[in-house]
């Protein structure tokens, strides 16, 4: 028996994300700033799995090695909702359970995103009952809903991909809009 | 016809209900077997009495367990017990009914204390009040839930959903 270690395939070469909108010369390069900001917030999302049933178990295939979430930047989760910058909530929510999820996005830094994975979290689902909310966005501002019952992989990386496209072209000042001000306020949050 | 989880015992079935009757007389209201169990139907004011007697007198040890009923037909409200003789394995059903206007029994906690949670999930979902109990507080549901849930005249769907067409439902 040998000790020879067998060589590793030589790997592609890795892709690094493009450079935003800007002009460049020899040695430098101007751009917005709140483009640079979005390339940067967008490929460094950390997400925080709010999982409570079936769709839950498909976020954790997606986020295993067949479909890979790290290779959106997302290789850290954060189980922590005061480091995490997107909210995913993948399940059904009891209305008992509402005042919870409403704190964890609370607990949220700004800039936060929130994506509702799933019929029941977006709408409650087959669950119209008296224990179950009907639809997350009842406590807090969603930003882009997945539809299934339970949704693929696929279609969860598909929701991932339009929160980046949101986190990319945000405005830098939109959270200190009164816009946004009126948004939160419309959910009781302060 | 599925053969029965446990056996049906006939003698004990008897003997059951003959130390009942014996001891309570009319208290006891119907007695007859649904399915493979025995079904015993008490009146409210002897049903503690009952229960201490069956556990004491008749060897029924443990508690499998007790839920509420709503029998909205005759505006009621009613407990049912499952009990089990763990020595002669035996099982028995006992039911209770109380009118919706005093929804109140007794507390079984002194009986049996695993009824704790049991009697606030009555009330959680019923309505059913116990006297004595220690911590008669809802289990389940919100602590401000304004309703009996599992009550029939509570409506199935939630009252706040506004995206379904009846026209989708046949209705």
């Given at each position: 028996m040998s000790n020879?270690?067998t060589?590793r395939?030589?790997l592609?070469?890795p892709?690094?994300?493009?450079p935003?909108?800007g002009?460049?010369g ?5 751009t917005?700033?709140?483009d640079?900001i ?23 295939a997606?986020?295993?090695?067949n479909y ?15 480091q995490?910058d ?7 929510i ?6 919870v ?6 607990q949220?830094a ?5 994506l ?8 409650g ?5 008296y224990s179950?909310l009907?639809?997350?966005?009842r ?13 693929r992989p696929e279609?969860i990386?598909?929701?991932?991909l339009?929160?980046q ?11 200190y809009?009164?816009?946004?001000e009126?948004?939160l306020k419309?959910?009781k949050?302060? | ?11 004990r079935d008897q ?7 014996a001891a ?6 119907s ?13 409210k004011?002897?049903?503690?009495a009952v ?16 839920g ?5 037909d005759?505006d009621?409200?009613?407990l ?10 035996h099982?028995?059903?006992?039911k209770?009914?109380?009118p ?8 079984f ?5 695993t009824?704790?949670?049991?009697e606030?999930?009555?009330w959680d979902f ?7 109990h ?5 289990i389940?549901?919100?602590?401000d ?10 409506p199935l769907e939630?009252?706040t959903?506004?995206?379904k067409?009846d026209?989708?439902f046949g209705?």
């Amino acid at each position: 028996m040998s000790n020879e270690i067998t060589p590793r395939p030589a790997l592609g070469k890795p892709t690094i994300v493009p450079p935003p909108k800007g002009y460049s010369g020899s040695g430098f390069m101007t751009t917005k700033l709140e483009d640079a900001i979005g390339l940067a917030r967008k490929n460094s999302i950390w997400p925080l799995p709010f999982a409570t049933s079936c769709c839950g178990i498909e976020f954790m295939a997606t986020m295993a090695s067949n479909y890979d979430l790290a290779r959106f930047g997302m290789e850290r989760l954060s189980f922590s909702p005061r480091q995490s910058d997107l909210l995913m909530v993948m399940g059904t929510i009891a209305k008992k359970m509402a005042p919870v999820l409403r704190d964890v996005y609370t607990q949220m830094a700004e800039p936060k995103w929130v994506l509702s994975v799933g019929a029941c979290a977006s709408s409650g689902g087959i669950f119209d009952t008296y224990s179950v909310l009907q639809g997350i966005d009842r406590v807090i501002p969603v930003d882009v809903y997945v539809p299934g019952c339970p949704p693929r992989p696929e279609q969860i990386i598909d929701g991932i991909l339009k929160i980046q496209e949101l986190v990319a072209n945000e405005g830098f000042r939109r959270r200190y809009s009164k816009d946004y001000e009126h948004l939160l306020k419309t959910y009781k949050i302060d | 016809m599925p053969a029965p989880a446990f056996a049906i015992k006939t003698d004990r079935d008897q003997l059951t209900i003959d130390k009942l009757v014996a001891a309570f007389g009319d208290g006891v209201l119907s007695h007859e077997r649904i399915s493979d169990m025995l079904v015993i139907t008490v009146k409210k004011p002897v049903i503690h009495a009952v229960l201490k007697f069956l556990r004491d007198e008749v060897d029924f040890n443990f508690l499998t367990s007790m839920g509420g009923m709503h029998y909205a037909d005759r505006d009621a409200l009613g407990l049912v017990f499952h009990l089990h003789s763990m020595r002669n394995g035996h099982r028995i059903r006992l039911k209770t009914e109380t009118p919706m206007k005093d929804p109140v029994f007794p507390t079984f906690t002194d009986l049996w204390p695993t009824t704790n949670w049991m009697e606030r999930e009555a009330w959680d979902f019923f309505g059913i009040q116990f006297s004595g109990h220690p911590n008669l507080k809802r289990i389940l549901n919100m602590e401000d839930f304004p309703a009996f849930p599992l009550r029939k005249d509570y409506p199935l769907e939630d009252p706040t959903r506004e995206d379904k067409d009846d026209s989708y439902f046949g209705r």
